[in-house]
């Protein structure tokens, strides 16, 4: 088989759309710890066995399959998929990745783990923590008199002192907390006391029931700006002066569990004098502590991280507040005492990934009523409200917890990830529900017992990484897309928490950041532009090239919005001496997303199949605008029969990699890898823009698409408008 002749690619992009709706569904092991830009597993899949196996994709999708003897490297592994998904059928594996939060990750996912002591460390640890911090996060409920309820989320609004009257003034956006969709009425928060109102209609909604001013929906904060509601005084903000700027707890969501079955929707309640004691409590308690695993690191300036300077945070610690600090100090010293170093190792991980959602960054959805993770986009973006998870989490029966972000939240996703490991499934949605089929004889992680799936990973830049020649079967990949993911800005966030709890003898651990010069991303505060990644991508081509067995592929996803992105993709081929035997078009991010929608964005990615020029067939050639047109229309009809409608922004992209594609086999014969960067970056630019303004070749390749002919999958259904319930943030 080959991935040219049998990659199937509607089977494939219905199941990876399905999966980007619902990745934990689809793929538990991505549960271990966050990494950003995760591919689908199942693309990875069904690469792996189009190439490898024997069958209709179809049929080996759903059973057990062993490439055992099989070698295959992924120079840039990121959170693991395409080496994860080559280990669970038995290949021996080759990962590299320039930052050490990616290696340590990965071997987190492979490595074995005794499941049972695991759950029993960590409901220990959980049990202990609660011992000494379960009364930060408790309320009382007004509703029904309970005493002693879980919060589980505390409401913050940044804060600044008006520089006309010096009074402080809340700088919310808005005041509607919740929206009457998972909630039976809207909560708003009266601009003048601060009670709670539910109303029923948000355009009408009336006096407060505490002071009777009438309610707002909007608030006074705005781009920068915010009037006073004493003086009128108008305040800007940040103007940080080094120092954040405060907050006022102004709500919370709590938990009664004996309420909630006669209750009707959430529980919410404007924080009483008890609350702030609590408060206050935790933050003396935190004052009179030595922290032995915060971290004191200063923030470096980034293109993510300037950002954070601005709004007045210096060093990693100002993110969390004091309940916070006590809490995750706290839990630092509880893993430290384990004397079993898997499981330490385990915990630490799980502390990494706790982060994430235990600081002053997290925001709240109103319409979900979700706590958002602080990288629930790739970047940090610094909200007006907050959202502070209890850090314990609220456990409700064996595996399940009420809210996110918690302790026990984090201990079930990382138990369910380990389980899936151990006995992998795949997921097939029947229109009604998901129905798992399990993969008996596949696994995750740890050497077979016969000795197959070797597994060897590295942190260090693939640009030096080194393989013997023509020992690889494949290479499968996901490099970075030039500049749209800061790696080491934003993994420092975790990096610098874990390295204090791990110590810096783990590899990769003894520089104080993440960050690293050799990082294939472009970053305008580094100075990094298109030709570093370009010469960078070019080299671990060239050394991929050198590795793989004569006829074997190198197999990668990209997208971008920019044709310039791609010059830098079709260089690194010509580079690596190889051609582009097919451009696949996968939707590989999250579909059906409003900011996606109708937009110039993709979820579309390319899949460039590439191999050396004497193994690689001629196909789908193309030499004029129409013939293009006509290429990317039958991609559009496939993804239809997926059931993905293609945007505008992703006809574009699938327009770029044929592109991309057929620039190389042009160039194949007279390349000069000698010239210059610049020099071989605009001559394969040149070439692609031959071809036409991209929205024009983008429109006609819509009007030529085929009418699609039907699913060709009728077990398979997909709506995207459908809200996915358990869909985590990617
Ligand atoms: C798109 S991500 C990979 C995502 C991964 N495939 C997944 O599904 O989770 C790209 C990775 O390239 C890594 N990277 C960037 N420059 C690198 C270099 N010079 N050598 C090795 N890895 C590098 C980044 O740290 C990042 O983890």
Same mark, same amino acid.
């Given at each position: 088989?080959?991935?040219?002749?049998?990659?199937?690619?509607?089977?494939?992009?219905?199941?990876?759309?399905?999966?980007?709706?619902?990745?934990?569904?689809?793929?538990?092991?991505?549960?271990?710890?966050?990494?950003?830009?995760?591919? *689908?597993?199942?693309? /990875?899949? @069904?690469?792996?066995?189009?190439?490898? %196996?024997?069958?209709?994709?179809?049929?080996?999708?759903?059973?057990?399959?062993?490439?055992? +003897?099989?070698?295959?490297?992924?120079?840039?592994?990121?959170?693991?998929?395409?080496?994860?998904?080559?280990?669970?059928?038995?290949?021996?594996?080759?990962?590299?990745?320039?930052? *050490?939060?990616?290696?340590?990750?990965?071997?987190?996912?492979?490595?074995?783990?005794?499941?049972?002591?695991?759950?029993?460390?960590?409901?220990?640890?959980?049990?202990?923590?609660?011992?000494?911090?379960?009364?930060?996060?408790?309320?009382?409920?007004?509703?029904?008199?309970?005493?002693?309820?879980?919060?589980?989320?505390?409401?913050?609004?940044?804060?600044?002192?008006?520089?006309?009257?010096?009074?402080?003034?809340?700088?919310?956006? @808005?005041?509607?907390?919740?929206?009457?969709?998972?909630?039976?009425?809207?909560?708003?928060?009266?601009?003048?006391?601060?009670?709670?109102?539910?109303?029923?209609?948000?355009?009408?909604?009336? &006096?407060?029931?505490?002071?009777?001013?009438?309610?707002?929906?909007?608030?006074?904060?705005?781009?920068?700006?915010?009037?006073?509601?004493?003086?009128?005084?108008?305040?800007?903000?940040?103007? #940080?002066?080094?120092?954040?700027?405060?907050?006022?707890?102004?709500?919370? $969501?709590?938990?009664?569990?004996?309420?909630?079955?006669?209750?009707?929707?959430?529980?919410?309640?404007?924080?009483?004098?008890?609350?702030?004691?609590?408060?206050?409590?935790?933050?003396?308690?935190? $004052?009179?502590?030595?922290?032995?695993?915060?971290?004191?690191?200063?923030?470096?300036?980034?293109?993510?991280?300037?950002?954070?300077?601005?709004?007045?945070?210096?060093?990693?610690?100002?993110?969390?507040?004091?309940?916070?600090?006590?809490?995750?100090?706290? &839990?630092?010293?509880?893993?430290?005492?384990?004397?079993?170093?898997?499981?330490?190792?385990?915990?630490?991980?799980?502390?990494?990934?706790?982060?994430?959602?235990?600081?002053?960054?997290?925001?709240?959805?109103?319409? !979900?009523?979700?706590?958002?993770?602080?990288?629930?986009?790739?970047?940090?973006?610094?909200?007006?409200?907050?959202?502070?998870?209890?850090?314990?989490?609220?456990?409700?029966?064996?595996?399940?917890?009420?809210?996110?972000?918690?302790?026990?939240?984090?201990?079930?996703?990382?138990?369910?990830?380990?389980?899936?490991?151990?006995?992998?499934?795949?997921?097939?949605?029947?229109?009604?529900?998901?129905?798992?089929?399990?993969?008996?004889?596949?696994?995750?992680?740890?050497?077979?017992?016969? %000795?197959?799936?070797?597994?060897?990973?590295?942190?260090?830049?693939?640009?030096?990484?080194?393989?013997?020649? #023509? #020992?690889?079967?494949?290479?499968?990949?996901?490099?970075?897309?030039?500049?749209?993911?800061?790696? @080491?800005?934003?993994?420092?966030?975790?990096?610098?928490?874990?390295?204090?709890?791990?110590?810096?003898?783990? $590899?990769?651990?003894?520089?104080?950041?993440?960050?690293?010069?050799?990082?294939?991303?472009?970053?305008?505060?580094?100075?990094?532009?298109? $030709?570093? /990644?370009?010469?960078?991508?070019?080299?671990?081509?060239?050394?991929?090239?050198?590795?793989?067995?004569?006829?074997?592929?190198?197999?990668?996803?990209?997208?971008?919005?920019?044709?310039?992105?791609?010059?830098?993709? %079709?260089?690194?081929?010509?580079?690596?001496?190889?051609?582009?035997?097919?451009?696949?078009?996968?939707?590989?991010?999250?579909?059906?997303?409003?900011?996606?929608?109708?937009?110039?964005?993709?979820?579309?990615?390319?899949?460039?199949?590439?191999?050396?020029?004497?193994?690689?067939?001629?196909?789908?050639?193309?030499? !004029? *605008?129409? +013939?293009?047109?006509?290429?990317?229309?039958?991609?559009?009809?496939?993804?239809?029969?997926?059931?993905?409608?293609?945007?505008?922004?992703?006809?574009?992209?699938?327009?770029?990699?044929?592109? !991309?594609?057929?620039?190389?086999?042009?160039?194949?014969?007279?390349?000069?890898?000698?010239? #210059?960067?610049?020099?071989?970056?605009?001559?394969?630019?040149?070439?692609?823009?031959?071809?036409?303004?991209?929205? @024009?070749?983008?429109?006609?390749?819509?009007?030529?698409?085929?009418?699609?002919?039907? &699913?060709? /999958?009728?077990?398979?259904?997909?709506?995207?408008?459908?809200? *996915? &319930?358990?869909?985590?943030?990617?």
């Amino acid at each position: 088989m080959s991935i040219e002749q049998d990659f199937d690619v509607s089977l494939i992009a219905a199941m990876a759309l399905r999966e980007k709706q619902i990745q934990q569904t689809y793929r538990p092991f991505i549960g271990v710890h966050k990494w950003f830009a995760r591919r *689908p597993g199942t693309l /990875f899949r @069904g690469l792996i066995l189009a190439e490898f %196996g024997d069958g209709q994709l179809q049929d080996l999708f759903f059973r057990s399959n062993d490439f055992s +003897g099989k070698r295959v490297a992924d120079p840039f592994m990121g959170g693991g998929t395409p080496v994860v998904e080559a280990n669970r059928v038995g290949c021996e594996i080759f990962g590299f990745d320039i930052n *050490p939060m990616s290696t340590w990750i990965v071997r987190e996912e492979l490595e074995r783990l005794d499941i049972a002591a695991y759950e029993r460390t960590v409901y220990s640890l959980i049990d202990e923590l609660r011992d000494e911090i379960d009364s930060n996060y408790q309320t009382s409920c007004p509703i029904y008199g309970d005493t002693n309820v879980p919060v589980k989320s505390f409401l913050w609004v940044k804060t600044l002192d008006c520089t006309g009257c010096g009074r402080s003034i809340d700088l919310f956006p @808005g005041y509607v907390l919740a929206e009457n969709q998972r909630h039976p009425k809207n909560v708003l928060v009266c601009w003048s006391c601060g009670d709670l109102n539910e109303v029923e209609d948000r355009h009408n909604p009336g &006096s407060c029931v505490g002071c009777d001013s009438t309610l707002k929906c909007i608030g006074p904060a705005r781009r920068g700006r915010c009037d006073c509601l004493h003086c009128g005084q108008t305040n800007a903000y940040p103007a #940080s002066h080094g120092r954040h700027l405060a907050h006022r707890l102004f709500a919370i $969501e709590y938990y009664n569990p004996t309420r909630k079955a006669v209750h009707n929707g959430r529980f919410f309640k404007k924080p009483d004098a008890a609350d702030f004691a609590r408060f206050a409590a935790a933050a003396d308690r935190w $004052e009179k502590l030595s922290p032995r695993f915060v971290p004191d690191q200063s923030i470096p300036p980034g293109d993510e991280t300037t950002r954070l300077h601005r709004w007045g945070y210096t060093h990693y610690r100002d993110m969390f507040n004091s309940r916070q600090l006590l809490g995750l100090e706290l &839990s630092c010293r509880l893993i430290a005492e384990t004397e079993d170093s898997r499981l330490r190792h385990a915990l630490a991980t799980n502390l990494s990934d706790l982060l994430r959602y235990q600081n002053m960054l997290c925001r709240y959805d109103a319409k !979900t009523l979700k706590a958002l993770d602080i990288f629930s986009i790739h970047g940090f973006p610094v909200g007006l409200v907050q959202c502070e998870s209890n850090l314990l989490g609220i456990a409700a029966g064996p595996g399940s917890n009420v809210g996110s972000g918690g302790w026990s939240n984090i201990a079930a996703k990382y138990i369910k990830a380990k389980r899936y490991g151990e006995a992998p499934y795949e997921v097939i949605h029947d229109g009604q529900r998901n129905v798992r089929v399990p993969i008996a004889g596949e696994r995750i992680g740890g050497l077979r017992g016969n %000795g197959r799936g070797g597994i060897a990973l590295q942190c260090r830049s693939a640009t030096e990484c080194r393989l013997p020649p #023509s #020992s690889l079967d494949a290479v499968f990949t996901d490099p970075p897309y030039f500049g749209n993911v800061q790696y @080491g800005e934003l993994m420092d966030f975790c990096y610098v928490w874990l390295r204090n709890l791990v110590g810096h003898g783990t $590899e990769g651990f003894h520089h104080r950041s993440s960050r690293s010069a050799g990082e294939l991303t472009g970053n305008i505060t580094e100075n990094r532009g298109l $030709e570093h /990644f370009a010469t960078g991508l070019s080299e671990v081509y060239s050394r991929m090239a050198d590795a793989l067995k004569p006829g074997a592929p190198l197999v990668f996803t990209y997208h971008h919005n920019k044709i310039e992105a791609y010059c830098a993709v %079709g260089v690194a081929i010509l580079d690596a001496g190889m051609v582009c035997s097919a451009a696949l078009p996968c939707p590989a991010e999250m579909g059906g997303s409003i900011h996606i929608h109708g937009t110039s964005s993709s979820i579309v990615d390319t899949v460039f199949v590439c191999r050396s020029p004497s193994h690689a067939r001629g196909q789908r050639l193309f030499s !004029t *605008p129409g +013939g293009i047109a006509g290429i990317v229309g039958e991609d559009l009809a496939q993804l239809a029969r997926a059931g993905r409608t293609p945007t505008h922004g992703d006809t574009r992209c699938i327009v770029l990699g044929h592109l !991309t594609r057929m620039a190389v086999w042009e160039h194949r014969e007279a390349w000069d890898r000698t010239g #210059s960067m610049t020099a071989k970056l605009s001559a394969v630019n040149a070439t692609m823009a031959a071809y036409g303004d991209l929205d @024009g070749l983008a429109r006609s390749a819509t009007r030529v698409q085929p009418a699609p002919s039907g &699913s060709s /999958f009728p077990q398979l259904s997909f709506d995207f408008d459908e809200e *996915p &319930s358990d869909a985590v943030p990617v």
